[in-house]
């Protein structure tokens, strides 16, 4: 880390994102709008992909290996924009690196605190991320009042790798996801998995307009803001930024998802070895 | 090798079988249907799960740390009881490895082309299998009067997963990967995924009564027959077969899982290292 200071200010050094795939990129997007000078180095770990049906012991392997991945490229804070990730990893991590990191959990429950009017507040996610009950627990301890209501829903990410972002098969699968959260009549809804901003709009249909979707990508955007900030290490340079996205499968099916994603292509994706 | 072999005759040692996860228990089944004498050790790279929508370059690294782990419990035979690691790895890993090794296309194709009276067949599997041609090549090279048409089908997998396999959703999902298929006249279909079987009741109803489905695990059984009786490597000993079942994630989920594709319990699952 020496080394890459004194080529760079502290503050020069680019902003890590992973995640296990693709959809951490709504995240790094986020950033990019809010943080226009910061250079992202985002890692996907493709070739494991997908996290949220894999225990807590691989998600924590994997998630170090991905840690392991952007610390060669001298990042100087870490986001996990995985909501499975964050769930398992966060606190491990957080006790066994240096760099400071950023999860999408206490951000997305801090938004959802904010925005509920009556407390009952629902969350979807992965099976992993939902077994974890890291939502609940966050939510609880900002709001104790609150009646948290969570569900996983292991067909959305493939509907959304798939591309049926709409139509007949995703609402009813959406129907049958959904019901037992519309039952308990919250008026505030987290995506907690960053693929789901993709069917919002399947979801508010099904939900109906009175409730608030929830997603994490703003949120942790303003977290890594107020974080560089207060450390004095947002980025000077007068260079426009470059940003390199990484991932451990091949490049072309990520590029293909990523314009699905972002709606434009991605400069350049370059595979690089996890483990 | 020969180490294993002082201990025990060449032919009582166990007949290996790998999947990317799950799917290839109903392989296995076959196979110890078939040699009721012989023993299994079954890999599942459940930490790697799914290998269907993975590259190339990806599926056959991963093909080969799963021979790796069977080649430390000295098995005789290799079953790649997964479509997507055949179409990939085969004719790599028989190059390079010693043991005779058995894939599944082949006997899953030579079944199609004994059983179609039009000639018309259909292969559906995983976007991985199809994007590779291989059931298509295998296909024509045994009948060249074939007329194939191939169709990736990436919901059928998490669809089984979730354990949603009949109903409306998978219906309708069925009836939208099918159609095509369905266009094309076929009478034999082949269930180009070792999780598509548990789609049988769906996709006959969506094809119709003319159309036969064909699966590879009964044929590759007897592919694996072939093998050991002409090698002279059926097992000899009395005592009865004690299967081993070992998975790259930890056991829970694929106990849960594999207690819905063979309707009972398996003794014992343990976790090992792949990479």
Redo the contacts between chains.
Sequence with gaps: MSRVSDQAGQFDRPVGVFDSGIGGLTVAQEITRLLANEQIVYFGD????PYG??????VIRFSKDNMNVLLKYGVKVVVIACNTSTSWALSVIRREYAVPVIGVIEPGSRRAVEVTRTGRIGVIATQSTIASGKYTQTIERLLPRAQVTARPC??F???V??G?IDG??TE??AE?YLAPIRKAGVDTLILGCTHYPLLKTVIQKVMGKGVTLVDSATETAREVKALLESRGLARQSRRPPRHEFLV???P??FRTLAKRFLGHDLASVRRVDS?
Tied chains: 1, 2.
């Design positions: 493709t070739a494991r992909v049906t894999k225990s807590r012991e691989s292991p067909l990410v493939p509907l790798e798939e049926w007949k098969v009813s699968v049958e451990s499968d091949e072309e099916h483990v």
